[in-house]
């Protein structure tokens, strides 16, 4: 007989990600014991203009990236995208959405969303009865 284990969790979270395009804010998501990382690239995004939001399953990541240029500057190439951007990714059932962390650092950054307490392994204890026998020589 053949088993398998499915990760229902990763093919949930993979299937409800919003792609409406190519992906300006890039990410990779990593699934550890307890939670779950996501890491968004956003290089040339100041800290303060990236904000993190959850509203009824559904987490938003939005940032703003925007390049000053003096009055006496003309921009003849530009293939670095600029402006506000958002990234949305539903998240499962699984997770626990109170207790979301962020944090920016080097151009990437990462959010953890840990998984409900009541979704992780636990391991079951096993209860016997006192059986002892004599043991007659």
Known sequence: MLLTSIDSFLQEVTRRLDRPGPPVMPMDGVRRHDDVLLHFDVPGVDPGSIEVTVDRGVL????????????????????????????????????????????????????RIPTLETTRPRKVEIHTRDRTKAVTG
């Open 60 to 111: 938003s990541v939005s940032a703003t990236r925007q390049e000053p240029t003096d009055d006496d500057e003309r921009m003849f190439v530009q293939e670095r995208p600029m402006g506000s951007f958002i990234r949305r990714v539903y998240l499962s059932e699984q997770l626990d959405p109170e207790r979301i962390e962020a944090a920016c650092h080097d151009g990437v950054l990462t959010v």
